[in-house]
């Protein structure tokens, strides 16, 4: 057969079409529209491509966001994702929400932008702490996301539960059209910022942070050791003043079976055209190379020899 073929198109269009043919193609799992995951995915999927040499490919998928993402590698409908640096720990070790899929054999590829609870109100808003979102409906950003993973964290320590609210289980891109036209009476989302759905609400709305009462940060920091605060300057979104939120580390993970060589050549894509990878997006500004060398969980053995050669 491969010798009519040849006969047919000729031995360099063979070439050719057998080169395509063992193109490695790798899906990355990003999370809803509207936050900062999938156009995260976009731009390492565009440098990847352009970079990573012609036998690999990278495509970004829409996800549940970063608690479904380590499921998906484990199921195999993605080959790499992003996720974040608590629930990459929780993967490996079976636990939390990866109690049912059991230890998930994961490796770091690298360290990302921070992801930041936007807890957000229309400016006139009575909504004015956490407490306050009792009775209220709130987007809480789609079921398998992170967002939903942050709530559920955060109402404990305000003695509430999930039943206190009216929770709107939407992509963030919904969840801040639903804010605008008063179908929900706050919008919350876990993402880089700035995020899209927020900026796209910002611009036909005056909109708010929600605050935390006096020591509840503090609280919540001391609960869980990967969470960190953060400040958002006023003028990312053009609210009143600043917010103080609560965030955590993102990162870029594999699973460990994936070929050590092609973590490799997809590390050294993102790393060696960072400013590339910056230009195009804006929370790429955020990657510190070097945090990649203190991740929650190991490198993969491709990211560790990438790191190993600088």
Same mark, same amino acid.
């Given at each position: 057969?491969?010798?009519?073929?040849?006969?047919?198109?000729?031995?360099?269009?063979?070439?050719? !079409?057998?080169?395509?043919a063992?193109?490695?193609?790798?899906?990355?799992?990003?999370?809803?529209l509207?936050?900062?995951f999938?156009?995260?995915?976009?731009?390492?999927?565009?440098?990847?491509?352009? +970079?990573?040499?012609?036998?690999?490919?990278?495509?970004? =998928?829409? /996800?549940?966001?970063?608690?479904?993402n380590?499921?998906?590698?484990?199921?195999?409908?993605?080959?790499?994702?992003?996720?974040?640096?608590?629930?990459?720990? &929780?993967?490996?070790?079976?636990?939390?929400?990866?109690?049912?899929?059991?230890?998930?054999?994961?490796g770091? %590829?690298?360290?990302? +932008?921070?992801? *930041?609870? +936007?807890?957000?109100?229309?400016?006139?808003? #009575?909504?004015?702490?956490?407490?306050?979102?009792?009775?209220?409906?709130?987007?809480?950003?789609p079921?398998?996301?992170?967002?939903?993973?942050?709530?559920?964290? !955060?109402?404990?320590? +305000?003695?509430?539960?999930?039943?206190?609210?009216?929770?709107?289980?939407?992509?963030?891109?919904?969840?801040?059209?639903?804010?605008t036209?008063?179908?929900? #009476?706050?919008?919350?989302?876990?993402?880089?910022?700035?995020?899209?759905? *927020?900026?796209?609400?910002?611009?036909?709305?005056?909109l708010?942070?929600?605050?935390?009462?006096?020591?509840? &940060?503090?609280?919540?920091?001391?609960?869980?050791?990967?969470?960190?605060? *953060?400040?958002?300057d006023?003028?990312?979104?053009? /609210?009143?003043?600043?917010?103080? %939120?609560?965030?955590?580390?993102?990162? !870029? =993970?594999?699973?460990?079976? !994936?070929?050590a060589?092609?973590?490799?050549?997809?590390?050294?894509?993102?790393?060696?055209?960072?400013?590339?990878?910056?230009?195009?997006?804006?929370n790429?500004?955020?990657?510190?190379?070097?945090?990649?060398?203190?991740l929650?969980?190991?490198?993969?053995?491709?990211?560790?020899?990438?790191?190993?050669?600088?």
């Open positions: 057969m491969l010798t009519s073929l040849k006969c047919f198109f000729g031995a360099a269009a063979i070439a050719t !079409l057998s080169s395509t063992i193109a490695e193609e790798l899906r990355i799992g990003t999370a809803s509207g936050g900062a999938y156009p995260m995915g976009q731009s390492i999927s565009n440098v990847v491509n352009s +970079h990573a040499g012609n036998d690999i490919s990278m495509v970004p =998928v829409v /996800t549940g966001g970063s608690v479904q380590p499921n998906l590698i484990a199921t195999g409908e993605v080959e790499i994702a992003i996720t974040n640096n608590n629930l990459a720990v &929780l993967a490996i070790g079976g636990k939390g929400p990866y109690t049912a899929a059991g230890p998930i054999d994961l770091a %590829v690298a360290a990302l +932008h921070p992801s *930041v609870l +936007h807890m957000v109100v229309l400016a006139d808003s #009575d909504i004015q702490t956490f407490e306050d979102l009792a009775g209220k409906r709130v987007a809480v950003g079921a398998g996301g992170g967002t939903l993973g942050f709530v559920n964290f !955060l109402l404990p320590l +305000h003695d509430m539960s999930i039943d206190d609210i009216t929770p709107s289980f939407v992509s963030y891109s919904d969840g801040f059209s639903q804010l036209d008063g179908t929900v #009476d706050a919008a919350l989302a876990l993402s880089g910022y700035p995020a899209g759905a *927020v900026m796209q609400a910002s611009a036909g709305a005056d708010r942070f929600i605050s935390f009462s006096d020591g509840k &940060l503090d609280e919540a920091l001391e609960a869980n050791g990967a969470y960190v605060a *953060v400040e958002i006023a003028d990312v979104y053009d /609210t009143p003043e600043s917010g103080m %939120v609560i965030g955590v580390n993102n990162m !870029l =993970v594999a699973p460990n079976s !994936l070929d060589d092609t973590v490799e050549a997809v590390t050294r894509a993102i790393f060696d055209n960072l400013e590339e990878l910056q230009a195009e997006n804006a790429a500004r955020q990657i510190d190379p070097a945090m990649s060398l203190n929650a969980i190991p490198l993969h053995a491709g990211a560790q020899a990438y790191f190993d050669a600088q």
